[in-house]
């Protein structure tokens, strides 16, 4: 029987599968073995499995991006809102009504919308849209038009005054003070009385730094001033922070800077870092609002916490090679704040014989060498050589061994070893090794007056080595006129002078002053007033009382050709723009009208009488006393110069030398309330040595 289909036997023609088969082996058909494919088992590892999920992750994540990117800042503001988070990661922005302009161009970037969920995380009202009557604070690091664009206005003057505008930095400044506010207790929260809840908001306040600190616009820094009702009003017990404050301790540090003094006032502010108990008077300085802090002893110095910056900022001065007369220095945050005011120093102890003036020497030889390089690590070893040395003329007995020395506050294990040196041979080799001849060409050419270290190196690159070098004017140099005058005396201008040198030249000057005005006030001031027995120079103060309504404008120029005509003046270094201010500021080279005399350099100097005692202060030192005295004025929230003391100098917190406000003196005729109002005890000028 024919097969028409060539359907295999034992197979159906409706069916897929065999019919009932024989149990031999040769009975399966051929298509049916054909068709029974094993094929091989799929190992599954964690390596896979982790592949395919990080692959829907990233395609998850990318199409999560693409929706993102479409959400505007009001819409994601408005989707953050209708979503809140049941518990926040804390409060310290709670309260706070804030607007942020991140500054996109349509769409919400990923910083924009972080920096949303972040206020929200913190405690924080985001506001979606500008409304002045909701919105307290307007956060944005972008430019004023970006700004103004996102707030619908045309110009920053609409924007309302308790509104402050500041940056993303503001917002961040109380996190990291986060764990220290729950140090101090966070159990008056828990209590239902009103006292402490009070202590809580205000706890949560000093949480962030003032506003102004972090301004986005300098024409907008007095906005929100949130820093005047934290220091002003009624005020509970409870010490303000100072942390808040102390970003604000761009140091007055102007020596000379020829402008008028603001309009006096009677009475100074209370500082920043003291709490009135009651409401805030003008009369926080007067003796009897003194109870509530401690006597202070006449044997203590509260300046002595500063010394050790003053010093770093004197060596930092030194590496940078300014004039001090011309620039404004700038102090920075100090790395910690005392917890009960400010600490106190023993008063300098009278000069006694030092134990160890064989090892100062050579410390202060290597220590100059140092301060002539222009290097990062030569400027703070000077700085290192200048602690080391206060340390050890103040050790009460010879250094015998390593860790003796090595003992003594300020010296390190290597200044320990040069000491040990110093003892046992006499010498410090080091001092060859760092004595280089650029360095003693500089330090040869800085001696002329008006020549820095740069001055100095760029003589030294032009092939200069000695003076004569410099007086053939060798690789092409130029000198001004001060620096050939100061060429031509050189060895006069950098020899001391004895005292009694000093003050013969000044007897010579006062009569010649007071035949021209019998009501002048004149006196010597610098290193002479603190009793040093030689002098580098001669700085002289003028100035008159105005109780008859005359001052002392226009005396100078006459009082110059005076002494220029006695043979006392010889030459001029550096003359006033317009001698008929009242503050001015003469430069020269005088002697003793004998035929063998050497030129001494001097400096008159004439101010306001109002402000003769800032100017007596500062121009007494010593530089290390002056600056303490500056960095506390700064902590305390008062800025100090050569004119007086202010109070509510505001600064452009992008660049700390530049004024917002001036501010007004509140101290200024006499040392003695400047010392007063800082709370230092009074100092006569040779207990001012410090350097």
Not at 273 to 298: D, L, R
Not at 425 to 450: H, M, P, S
Request: charged letters at 30%; one cysteine or more; aromatic letters at 6%.
């Amino acid at each position: 029987m024919t097969n028409p289909s060539n359907i295999p036997l034992g197979v159906s023609r409706h069916s897929s599968t065999p019919a009932s088969l024989s149990s031999d082996p040769g009975s399966i058909p051929p298509l049916s073995r054909a068709t029974v494919v094993k094929h091989p088992k799929v190992r599954k590892t964690v390596s896979s499995s982790r592949s395919k999920a990080n692959i829907s992750k990233q395609n998850k994540d990318q199409k999560n991006k693409e929706k993102s990117a479409l959400v505007t800042p009001l819409e994601y503001a408005q989707k953050l809102n209708l979503d809140l988070p049941k518990k926040r990661k804390s409060d310290y922005l709670k309260g706070k009504q804030i607007l942020y302009v991140g500054g996109d161009m349509q769409y919400a970037g990923i910083l924009t919308r972080g920096r949303m969920d972040y206020i929200i995380k913190h405690g924080g009202t985001l506001v979606p849209s500008y409304d002045p009557t909701t919105v307290t604070h307007i956060v944005t690091d972008a430019t004023t038009r970006p700004t103004l664009k996102a707030l619908g206005l045309k110009s920053l003057k609409e924007i309302p005054d308790n509104i402050p505008t500041v940056t993303w930095s503001w917002v961040i400044s109380g996190y990291g003070r986060l764990g220290y506010n729950k140090l101090r207790g966070k159990h008056d929260e828990e209590a239902n009385d009103t006292k402490g809840k009070a202590n809580a908001i205000d706890d949560d306040e000093s949480l962030l730094d003032f506003e102004f600190l972090h301004a986005a616009f300098p024409q907008r820094i007095h906005a929100g001033r949130s820093w005047q009702k934290r220091g002003q009003g009624n005020l509970v017990q409870t010490k303000v922070q100072v942390t808040a404050s102390t970003d604000d301790l761009g140091g007055d540090f102007s020596y000379i800077s020829y402008v008028c003094s603001p309009k006096l006032v009677v009475l100074p502010p209370a500082p920043l870092t003291f709490v009135p108990t009651g409401k805030a008077s003008s009369t926080a300085h007067n003796n009897n609002n003194q109870s509530n802090h401690k006597p202070q002893s006449n044997t203590e110095d509260p300046l002595a916490e500063f010394y050790e910056k003053a010093r770093a900022e004197r060596a930092q001065a030194v590496s940078r090679n300014t004039d001090e007369s011309d620039q404004e220095e700038e102090f920075s945050k100090p790395a910690h704040v005392p917890r009960r005011g400010f600490t106190c120093d023993r008063k300098e102890p009278e000069q006694r014989e030092c134990m160890n003036q064989d090892i100062i020497e050579k410390l202060e030889e290597l220590m100059e060498l140092h301060k002539a390089k222009l290097g990062e690590d030569d400027r703070w070893r000077v700085y290192s050589y200048s602690k080391c040395i206060r340390a050890l003329r103040n050790y009460p007995k010879k250094i015998k061994s390593f860790n003796e020395a090595r003992s003594i506050t300020g010296v390190g294990e290597k200044t320990a070893r040069k000491i040990m040196e110093i003892i046992e041979t006499g010498d410090l080799r080091r001092i060859g090794y760092e004595k280089t001849d650029d360095v003693e060409a500089v330090n040869l050419f800085q001696g002329i007056y008006g020549v820095g270290r740069q001055i100095a190196y760029m003589w030294y690159n032009n092939g200069c080595r000695t003076l004569d070098d410099v007086r053939a004017r060798k690789g092409g140099i130029k000198l001004s006129r001060a620096q050939e005058v100061g060429l031509q005396f050189y060895d006069d201008i950098n020899d001391r002078m004895p005292r009694s040198e000093a003050e013969s030249i000044f007897n010579l000057i006062r009569p010649i002053a007071l035949e021209l005005d019998e009501h002048l006030y004149i006196d010597i001031m610098g290193s002479f007033r603190r009793g040093k027995a030689t002098c580098g120079d001669i700085d002289i103060i003028v100035t008159r009382p105005t109780s008859d309504g005359i001052t002392h404008a226009g005396l100078l120029p006459e009082l110059l050709a005076r002494l220029h005509a006695a043979k006392i003046l010889t030459e001029d270094l550096a003359l006033p723009d317009d001698f008929s201010a009242l503050e001015l500021c003469y430069r020269g080279l005088c002697k003793r009208p004998e035929p063998d005399a050497k030129h001494r350099r001097i400096d008159i100097l004439c101010v306001p009488w109002e402000n003769r005692g800032a100017a007596l202060l500062y121009y007494t030192g010593d530089d290390i006393f002056n600056r303490a005295m500056r960095m506390k004025a700064n902590v305390l929230g008062y800025s100090l110069n050569q004119r007086g003391l202010y109070a509510g100098v505001v600064r452009d917190p992008r660049n700390r030398r530049v004024k917002i406000s001036e501010g007004n003196i509140v101290a200024s005729e006499t040392e003695e309330e400047i010392f007063k109002i800082l709370g230092v005890p009074w100092q006569e000028p040779h207990e001012r040595v410090r350097g």
